[in-house]
């Protein structure tokens, strides 16, 4: 799945909120997750950083 499919994905699962933003002040894409249980918010956080990665997101691909 796309990084927006994956985030549905979570939301519809054990995520109750997925904010992903770039930062303002660093080359860096913020990661935010909240669930119920913190295992689920780290397994889903992985999983879009993960995505992220793979799809080859770097610094230089960071609005600015």
């Not at 913020?30 to 295992?39: H, P, Q, S």
Request: glycine content about 6%; charged content about 30%.
């Amino acid at each position: 799945p796309g990084l927006l499919e994956l985030v549905a994905e979570a939301e519809r699962g054990a995520a109750q909120r997925v904010l992903l933003r770039w930062s303002g002040t660093e080359p860096k894409l913020r990661v935010l997750v909240e669930a119920e249980d913190l295992e689920d918010a780290r397994i889903w956080a992985d999983r879009l950083v993960a995505l992220v990665a793979s799809a080859g997101l770097t610094e230089e691909a960071s609005p600015r």
